[in-house]
């Protein structure tokens, strides 16, 4: 509605409230405000009614009065309600095929916004005539296949949408009881909806599982699958299956919610409510579901050092044959390089006559060992679980014992280079530096010459030591190690020595160190009685292959006097240069998952998933002045202290954080900037101006950026660009925390 009256001033009033425009309608009309003092009566009551409720806008031009405005639904979102509680926004009709989906979608919606809308359902097969849609403001489909192939038109003035659906977020509690690690069928009735779900249930977090999509065409070929979950479709889910959680129907997602508040113009408070009431469902499932994860953790854990402590060897295998579980005690009975089998085949951890054998019922066999003389009793005993299949537990009630190798045979260096002694095709890195120290270890291992193995502590020198050793033709004889002896040694003690270990190995461990008068005694032994490499080999009173270690550049002592000249010559016909983890960086992450896999003995459990961003970054570019041993100390250190919570740089030991933080520091206006960004995470220069200002530090622009690129450059701060402001890093909370 539009007024025109005469006026003679030649201004124009503008009193929109704001720039808000709905479909525009104009009306003019002529008044003569002099003349028809009713008529103006009329107006002027008119025109506060038109400012109070529709938008105006006044010209006054050559004496006529010009209102134009638009006219507010009666109920806006910026102007709150004026209109009756009880009457509708508009009617919405939901079609599809399936009545279940019907009742659910028009609960679920009734539930939401009944307050605004009205929701009626529709079977697809009855919707026969398009005189069913009339006073329907919108209608909804179930799927956008479903908006594509209705067969009927629809006024384009009715808004048709196709709703995206999500799985219900209620059910997610019982999802995530569901032993981690489990295989599980994602049964649904096409092939694009199942993918859907299981895109959706990875993106909420729910990625402890190996989800195998299940739907109409495919055949129940994984007979190892116990588990099944399935949107409303459980007569799809394979019979066998004795686990089977209905989710139900997947429900309307919170997106097609907003998109018809924002259609009926329904109240902002409304909206707000509903993503609230969304996102707090889903902060709670969250929440359940850490403590679940995190009971599982600490009681896999538990049992993990409990079979670990047995007195007995024990191993664990399923069904199929596959081992799930060995300790110590069980491998080094029969004589394995390592107790990781998991997955691996029961029977190939046994002698080769046993390889037919089937141990999958109770009793007790006699195995005879590779030796052909050692004999040991294993006991099967056959477990069964409700709706599982049976497992089985080996183990050794008697026989051999299962005791620590002796002294002789001690461990290498955590035996963390290679999985098996006896080979170097495990090897972990991939280091063309290490890959060249391979190839001379094999080569070494062919022939008897004296070895000089040098190189920084902890760079495993004993274990290549072991491994030439191994790998060599003395690997039946024993191998002896002579580590920093004092002056007390003499003569005798070192010919009993070289007697006990005659046609094996004898390494003379941190040879560098050794006093003046050992090195003086080694260098008369081995000359006069493992005899010199100019004399025959059967003029040689012991058979022994001499592997020296020292630190780097053992040659240098000798320069300086510290070291006999006649030894270094005696020892060094080869030698050996080991790598630093430094100069390997490439293999930290092999190493880690390596040694969380001792751990954890869970191929799952990697560096990846139980480090943080910032923990890990750390790992990859420290020093490790201690190299091998202390990453291996170091795995040991985090993995007691992972309990289901992604692992933080604040978790390391108190010697690295002490010394990370010992070269921090800084300015005033530093730390008042980090303590800011601390307290209000995703905060821009302007907020972080303010915030300062407001504790009577006042900053230019220029200065407050500069600061902001130091902290970044630390590590201390991430600057996000465009509008994603500022957060503290790891790193900066611990300086925080100094």
């Known amino acids: 509605m539009c007024f025109i009256g005469q006026c003679h001033s030649g201004t124009a009033l503008d009193v929109c409230t704001d720039n808000f425009f709905l479909q525009p309608l104009c009306l003019i009309g002529i008044i003569d405000v002099m003349r028809h003092y009713v008529k103006a009566f009329f107006l002027f009551f008119s025109f506060l009614f038109c400012i109070f409720a529709f938008r105006l806008f006044i010209f006054v031009k050559n004496g006529i009065i010009i209102l134009i405005f638009n006219p507010l639904p009666l109920f806006s979102r910026k102007r709150g309600s004026f209109m009756n509680r009880t009457q509708k926004l508009g009617n919405v009709l939901i079609i599809s095929s399936r009545k279940r989906m019907l009742s659910e979608f028009q609960s679920y919606l009734h539930s939401v916004l009944g307050e605004y809308l009205t929701f009626n359902t529709l079977l697809r097969e009855q919707a026969t005539d398009p005189s069913l849609f009339r006073g329907y403001q919108c209608v909804l489909f179930p799927t956008a296949r479903a908006l594509e192939t209705f067969p009927l038109t629809i006024d384009s003035s009715i808004l048709q949408l196709a709703c995206d659906r999500v799985f219900n977020h209620m059910f997610l509690d019982k999802i995530i009881q569901i032993p981690p690690h489990e295989r599980v069928y994602l049964v649904n009735d096409d092939k694009s909806s199942t993918l859907d779900i299981i895109s959706q249930l990875e993106e909420c977090g729910i990625t402890q599982y190996d989800f195998v999509p299940f ?41 097609t919610i907003l998109q018809l508040c924002e259609y009926f113009n329904i109240p902002l408070q409304t909206v707000n409510r509903v993503s609230r009431n969304y996102v707090n469902q889903i ?162 291992a062919l022939f008897d010459f004296p070895i000089l193995i040098q190189g920084e502590s902890g760079t495993q020198r004993r274990t290549l030591a072991r491994a030439i050793h191994n790998f060599s033709r003395r690997h039946h004889y024993p191998f002896s190690v002579l580590h920093s002896p004092g002056n007390n040694l003499t003569e005798a003690s070192l010919l009993r020595l070289l007697a006990e270990t005659n046609h094996g190995t004898l390494v003379l461990s941190q040879v560098d160190r050794f006093p003046l008068a050992i090195q003086d005694l080694l260098v008369n032994v081995l ?16 058979d022994v292959r001499i592997i020296a270690i020292a630190d780097d550049n053992l040659y240098k002592k000798v320069e300086k006097g510290t070291f006999l000249r006649e030894l270094f010559h005696l020892l060094s016909a080869s030698e050996l240069q080991t790598v630093p983890i430094r100069r390997r960086r490439e293999d930290i992450p092999d190493l880690l998952n390596y040694f969380l896999l001792q751990f954890f003995h869970n191929s ?60 921090v520091s800084l300015t005033d206006l530093q730390y008042q900037v980090l303590s ?35 902290l970044s450059s630390a590590g201390y701060l991430i600057v996000h660009r465009t509008k994603g402001g500022c957060e503290i890093s790891e790193l900066g909370r611990m300086v925080l925390e100094k």
Request: hydrophobic share 35%; net charge negative.
């Open 215 to 255: 739907y109409p065409g495919c055949k129940d070929t994984e007979s190892d699958i116990q588990f099944a979950i399935t949107a409303g479709e459980p007569q799809l889910v394979p019979s066998r299956i004795p686990n089977v959680l209905d989710i139900g129907n997947r429900i309307i997602d919170i997106s």
């Open 283 to 444: 902060l709670h499932t969250v929440k359940t579901s850490e403590t679940y994860y995190t009971n599982y953790v600490q009681t896999e854990q538990l049992m993990q050092v409990i079979l670990f402590s047995l007195p007995v060897g024990v191993c664990l295998f399923g069904a199929d044959g596959r081992i799930q579980f060995m300790n110590a005690k069980f491998a080094h009975a029969f004589s394995l390089p390592s107790s990781n089998f998991e997955g691996q085949p029961f029977s190939e951890c046994l002698p080769p006559a046993y390889a037919d054998t089937a141990f999958d019922r109770n009793g007790d066999w006699t195995i005879l060992l590779s030796d052909q003389k050692t004999q040991i009793t294993l006991s099967v005993l056959s477990m069964v679980f409700p709706d599982t299949e049976p497992v089985f537990l080996a183990f050794l009630p008697g026989g051999r014992s299962t005791e620590a190798p002796a002294a002789e045979e001690e461990k290498t260096e955590e035996s963390t280079f290679f999985a098996s002694s006896r080979t170097f095709s495990l090897s972990l890195s991939h280091a063309d530096s290490v890959q060249n120290l391979m190839t001379q270890v094999r080569h070494l």
């Open 527 to 542: 000359t006069n009685v493992y005899g010199n490499f100019f004399s025959a080999p059967e003029t040689h009173r012991f």
């Open 676 to 710: 800011f960004v601390s307290m209000h995470p995703k905060a821009g220069r302007l907020a972080i101006k303010n915030g300062l200002a407001d504790g009577e530090t006042f900053v230019s622009e220029a200065a407050l950026r500069t600061v902001l690129g130091e």
């Open 604 to 663: 799952d459990m990697t560096c990846d998933r139980i480090f943080s961003e910032g923990l890990l970054r750390f790992l990859k570019e420290y020093a490790y002045p201690g190299n091998i041993h202390e990453l291996y100390n170091l795995s040991c250190s985090l993995f007691t202290r992972y309990n289901s919570h992604k692992l933080q740089l604040s978790d390391l030991p108190t010697y690295l954080r002490s010394r990370q933080m010992a070269d």
